[in-house]
């Protein structure tokens, strides 16, 4: 699903215009991505925290030129969904097949 299917179905189940709906998301959107920049966790019951993981640092590998590179400590955004979402997700799911994951 799409960022504009999404607005459509809000809209659609609401009554709001969609031009309203679309700002609502975009401003969702962007205060999730300033939280996050600030280092601080973003908290939705029921559907799940946006958060901050810091990855270690490590070596990987150029394979072009076969050197190794240092990759140093550095932070990634993630989702973590919240336990009633994931149950949720797990017993509407049971009929999915991936090739109608691959739609997209």
Known sequence: MRKADMVARIADKTGIPKVDV???LE???K???TSLT???AVYVRGFGSFIVKKR???IGRNIK???AVEI???FIPAFKPAKEFMQTVKEHA???TESSSDED
């Open 22 to 24: 679309l700002v609502t």
């Open 27 to 29: 401003t969702f959107f």
């Open 31 to 33: 205060e999730v991505k």
């Open 38 to 40: 600030e280092g601080e």
């Open 56 to 58: 270690a640092a490590k």
């Open 65 to 67: 030129k076969n050197v």
């Open 72 to 74: 140093p400590e550095h």
């Open 94 to 96: 049971t009929g999915v």
